[in-house]
């Protein structure tokens, strides 16, 4: 069973800054890659950032400059800087663990597996 705990979520005024936890056991993290994802009420979930097992990376434009996925292998976690908050990232923020691949040049990602979420509020 793979399971994933987030944390790190909270309540901080725009312009604020949060930095998301994703745990998960040693075999989960050699397996898998790791994606972001949020949901806003009323909204569909998107992705926010995946990280490969080799490190590759690849953010959504929305995100691009302001967030930072990375992993550490030694507290097999990996970590989701929030930087320069808008009211609109307001919302639940999952971790997944899944497959990412590259296609003709663009990164492709599908997640497998679920984290419970953690609320990330951003106050104007």
């Known amino acids: 069973q793979v399971q994933l705990v987030e944390s790190g979520g909270g309540l901080v005024q725009a312009g604020g800054s949060l930095r998301l936890s994703c745990a998960y056991s040693p075999s989960t993290f050699d397996r898998y890659a790791v994606g972001w994802f949020r949901q806003a009420p009323g909204k569909q979930r998107q992705k926010v950032a995946t990280?490969?097992?080799?490190?590759?990376?690849d953010y959504e434009d929305f995100v691009k400059g302001r967030f930072t996925v990375s992993r550490d292998s030694t507290k097999n976690t990996v970590y989701l800087p929030l930087n320069s908050l808008k009211p609109e990232d307001t919302a639940i923020y999952y971790c997944?663990?899944?497959?990412?691949?590259?296609?003709?040049?663009?990164?492709?990602?599908?997640?497998?597996?679920w984290g419970q979420g953690t609320q990330v509020t951003v106050s104007s």
């Open positions: 990280i490969a097992k080799s490190g590759l990376t």
């Open positions: 997944s663990a899944g497959t990412f691949w590259v296609y003709s040049g663009s990164p492709t990602y599908t997640p497998h597996y």
